[in-house]
């Protein structure tokens, strides 16, 4: 049994419980964050110095840092396949899109685009600075919209690692009052992704008590 420490809300929670489900394992989520605080538990600082979630705790092994924690269960569980091959080569191709997907597009919607549009009261959003957000995520959404051309998921027909970093972002991308350009080749992967029941359990959930009062 995995242990998982985060609240439903967290997009990164929610990359690693999408992450857990699509690998079949059996898990127990415990509420820690926002409104549930716990953040400065001792058991939860002695597992993580940073006291942010995700962390999990699986047999003796505590692992923090949404990504850390997908490859650790990825290598520790998967199967060598697809999702996390055990070729090097093939694994780096996954890899190197996950890491795209958490540092450059992960990083320039949930700060700069969700935070402002959605946890920021409308009176005191910096309208200019969201603009250039949202042409900045343009950018990385052109990136990605040519990487899916001919392809089902990000790396080919497969699902993979990847898809768990850069698809958790979509449903809020797609769902907050935002501007949008089109983006056929994003929109037909977002459509696959909502077809598995994992992503709409794990990813597709409210964040109504994430909103500023006047967002």
């Not at 059996?26 to 002695?46: I, M, Q, S």
């Not at 320039?108 to 009261?121: L, M, Y």
């Not at 958790?168 to 907050?176: E, G, T």
């Not at 350009?181 to 008590?209: F, G, K, W």
């Amino acid at each position: 049994m995995i242990t998982v420490y985060g609240r439903a809300t967290s997009s990164n929670v929610q990359a690693v419980m999408w992450g857990i489900d699509e690998l079949g394992l059996a898990y127990e989520r415990l509420d820690y964050g926002h409104k549930h605080g716990r953040l400065d538990d001792p058991e939860f600082r002695a597992m993580t110095p940073h006291g942010l979630v995700p962390a999990i705790r699986d047999g003796e092994a505590v692992v923090w840092e949404s990504c850390a924690i997908l490859r650790y269960l990825a290598s520790q569980y998967g199967d060598g396949g697809a999702f996390w091959p055990g070729d090097p080569v093939a694994r780096a191709g996954v890899d190197m899109w996950a890491e795209w997907g958490k540092t450059s597009f992960a990083r320039a919607f949930t700060g700069p685009i969700f935070w402002a549009r959605v946890r920021t009261a409308a009176k005191d959003r910096n309208k200019a600075a969201l603009r250039a957000a949202l042409t900045r995520f343009t950018g990385y959404l052109d990136v990605l919209d040519k990487q899916l051309e001919g392809r089902k998921y990000v790396t080919g027909a497969d699902f993979t690692l990847a898809d768990i970093v850069i698809g958790h972002v979509l449903y809020r991308y797609f769902d907050i009052d935002i501007p949008r350009r089109e983006h056929p080749n994003v929109e037909r992967y977002y459509a696959h992704l909502c077809d598995r029941q994992t992503y709409r359990e794990h990813v597709m959930i409210s964040y109504e008590t994430l909103k500023a009062k006047g967002a």
